[in-house]
Nanobody, 121 residues
Framework: QVQLGESGGGLVETGGSLRISCAAS?????MGWFRQAPGKEREFVAA????????YYGDSVKGRFTISRDNAKNTVYLQMNSLKPEDTAIYYC?????????????????WGQGTPVTVSS
């Protein structure tokens, strides 16, 4: 079993940066971030293998977002730069061994409660 808890969401201006975190307890697995904006489907953002050697990104965030992890702290991070209003969403942390390879699973096994990110225009 894996328990996940996100933190660090908030309000940021267009072009700004924000880092959100996901603290995990339980066994170490590949992790990822998904997001869901109001009225839209859930979207894959990024994933990282359990050792951190493999990372994957959704097309809309490539070159702007960076996923990383610190297994000593059981924490995964998402550094978001050059934020745009269309990045506004609830960001969910997810855990699943299958997140270490493409294609990532649409419904990972473990989920956090989400943290809101709002980018003002």
């Amino acid at each position: 079993q894996v328990q996940l808890g996100e933190s660090g969401g908030g309000l940021v201006e267009t072009g700004g940066s924000l880092r959100i975190s996901c603290a995990a307890s339980g066994r170490t697995v590949a992790m990822g971030w998904f997001r869901q904006a109001p009225g839209k489907e859930r979207e894959f953002v990024a994933a990282i293998s359990w050792r951190g050697r493999g990372t994957y990104y959704g097309d809309s965030v490539k070159g702007r977002f960076t996923i990383s992890r610190d297994n000593a702290k059981n924490t995964v991070y998402l550094q978001m730069n050059s934020l745009k209003p269309e990045d506004t969403a609830i960001y969910y942390c997810a855990g699943d061994p299958s997140l270490s390879v493409l294609p990532v699973p649409a419904s990972p096994q473990f989920w956090g409660q989400g943290t809101p990110v709002t980018v003002s225009s």
